[in-house]
Each structure stands twice: as structure tokens, then as C-alpha cells.
């Protein structure tokens, strides 16, 4: 594109600067592009439109970052215990059992009275003996509930992540995590790490020591800065649908290695105005370019952005098509 500053701009710069001496003050500096003649040895660029794709790959976890603990409700000497890592069990399928016997005499003695509530009620039939009878029952599936909770059961399908180790007939206190679980298919991908690349609902891509990646999806980011809970301030990134049947097929149990290459990207621009980075000048606080053109070429202001891979983004100051030298 050529721009053109010919006699008749210069003059109507004059007049104006004449103007301002004589009459009132003008108002602020005109600003002209200062003209060079057309040097031997200039590189030359065509300002145009780019894409800007960059990606980086980041250190990442995987595992059951969703797993709950299973604990216990009193303390009690552990009689058996079946949990271990990575070992699966069905819903209600017993993990470990605890001794109870603190109870029983109360169960017991609960019972017995019980009965003789029923037998009263059976006797005389009055809603008063019915309501004695109901209130002991409840007092006794109450007691059946608590003897219930020694026996650590799978509150689902799941797969023990962590598990304590405890030597059968020791004494264990009230509140002691005995293990934790999870649902086999909720494994994620987490990484505390360059957080601000990562914006929920977007995609990434995943390696596991191979060149051949699957895809993700971002669930969760940070909520904010300063958290002490290191869930909260991870990244948290799911599977796409089919994706883990692909890799535990493909590469095997990636939650026995731990750890994964998270492929983000970093820079997403596109159709975006642009010049070779070299072409941008910059002097006491002033940046800028020379455009070029059949008498010479003019220094002109330009307001820039980023600069990827040796381009620098323009913001304004040029159009497509124009052509810089430097």
C-alpha cells in the first residue's frame, strides 16, 4: 500500500504552525511522519494476517483424586482386615472388621426387654403395649445399627487407594482412617502447576511416555490464591468419553505410575495483524515502524502487542498489506 505525503500536506502544516504564532495558541503538537529517502539495504516485510498457535507441556499426577475415607466409630481392637492398595471390592463387600463386644451385653440385656414388650402386647392387645413394643424395637435396631459400624463394608463398586496397616488384635482409636476408596473409573489427571494456562470446559492433551496422546477435558481450576487444600488448588482434568478404556488398553495402570505430560495450549490467536519482530523500532519511549513506499519511507507510530516466534502482533497504527522495511 503506498502512502503519499505530498507539497500540499507540508504546506498546510506550515500555514497552521504560521497561524498558531499569530493568532491563538495551538492546542497540541502536530505530529508529521518524518520522510527518508529510499536506502540501499533495507529488508522488507508485508504487514498480514497470522496465527498464533503455542503449546507447553506440563508435569501432571494421575490417580483417585475423589477418594473418600472409610473410619472408624470407636476404638476397638481390628480383628481382620482385607483392605489393600489397588485391591477392588463389590458394594457391601466387607474391608474390614472391628471388635464389638463392648456391646453386647447391651444388646442383650435390649433384647429381653424386647421380647417381654412383645409378650405384653400380645397378651393384652392395648395400643399402649403396642406403642412399648414399637419404642423397644427402635431402641434395639438402634443398637443392631451401631454393632453394624465395627464392620467396615464398600459403600460402592470401588478400588482402595491408600490402606493403614494394622496387626490383627491391636487396639485402634476412635476416628482412625482405616483406608480410602473410590469408584474404579473416576481417575483424574491434577497438576498445581503454570495454573493460569488453564480455563475450565477447555481440552488438553495427555502422554503417558509415549508420542501418542488422548484427550482431556479441564473440570476444575483454582477458585482463587492462598488455599492450603491442594485439591482445590490443582487443575483437574477428566478423561474424554472412551478415552481411559484406550489408555489402560493401550499403555496399562497409568494410576501405578502417577504421573503424566499434560500438553496445553498457551497461545491462541488468530487473524491477527502482524510484522517480523525486527521491523518494530523503539526510541525515548516512542515505538515504531517505517513504511515504505515510491518516495521514500515515513516513520510511523504503531501500537503493538505480544510477539510469538519472531512476529510481533499490531495492534494499530498499519494495514493489511502495507509494507515495512528495516
Known amino acids: 500500500m503506498l502512502r503519499k505525503i505530498g507539497i500540499t500536506l507540508l504546506s498546510a502544516a506550515l500555514v497552521l ?3 498558531g504564532c499569530e493568532g491563538e495558541r495551538v492546542g497540541e503538537e502536530i505530529k508529521l511522519p518524518i520522510l527518508e529517502g529510499e536506502g540501499k539495504g533495507y529488508n522488507t516485510a508485508t504487514v498480514e494476517k497470522r496465527d498464533f498457535i503455542e503449546t507447553k507441556s506440563i508435569g501432571g499426577s ?4 475423589y477418594a473418600e475415607a472409610l473410619v472408624t466409630v470407636a476404638e476397638s481392637n481390628i480383628l481382620e482386615s482385607y483392605a489393600k492398595n489397588g485391591k477392588t471390592f463389590k458394594e457391601g463387600e466387607v474391608i474390614a472388621v472391628f471388635d464389638s463386644s463392648a456391646l453386647d451385653y447391651e444388646y442383650k440385656n435390649q433384647k429381653i426387654l424386647l421380647d417381654d414388650a412383645y409378650s405384653a402386647y400380645s397378651a393384652s392387645g392395648s395400643e399402649l403395649s403396642r406403642l412399648k413394643y414399637e419404642q423397644e424395637k427402635l431402641k434395639l435396631d438402634l443398637l443392631q445399627y451401631k454393632i453394624d459400624q465395627y464392620t467396615i463394608k464398600a459403600p460402592y463398586d470401588c478400588v482402595i487407594v491408600t490402606s493403614k496397616s494394622f496387626q490383627t488384635g491391636s487396639v485402634v482409636g476412635e476416628g482412625v482412617e482405616v483406608c480410602t476408596v473410590a469408584k474404579p473409573d473416576e481417575i483424574y489427571v491434577y497438576t498445581n502447576d503454570n495454573v493460569a494456562l488453564f480455563s475450565t470446559g477447555g481440552t488438553v492433551k495427555l502422554k503417558f511416555g509415549t508420542e501418542k496422546s488422548y484427550s482431556g477435558k479441564i473440570v476444575m481450576t483454582p477458585e482463587g490464591s492462598g488455599r492450603n487444600n491442594s485439591l482445590n488448588s490443582s487443575v483437574i482434568i477428566k478423561f474424554e468419553d472412551g478415552e481411559l478404556e484406550k489408555i489402560m488398553d493401550e499403555v496399562g495402570n497409568i494410576v501405578t505410575s502417577g504421573w503424566v505430560t499434560i500438553v496445553v495450549t498457551a497461545v491462541e490467536k488468530y487473524n491477527v ?3 517480523p519482530a525486527d ?6 519511549g516512542s515505538t515504531y515502524c517505517y513504511l515504505s513506499g515510491k518516495n521514500g519511507r515515513a516513520r510511523i507510530p504503531v501500537d503493538v502487542g505480544e510477539t510469538y516466534g519472531g512476529y510481533t502482533i499490531i495492534n494499530s497504527g498499519l ?5 515495512v522495511s528495516f
Open 279 to 284: 521491523a518494530v523500532m523503539k526510541y525515548s
Open 62 to 65: 494421575v490417580g483417585y483424586v
Open 17 to 19: 504552525t504560521l497561524s
Open 273 to 275: 495483524l502482524a510484522v
Open 319 to 323: 494495514t493489511e498489506g502495507d509494507i
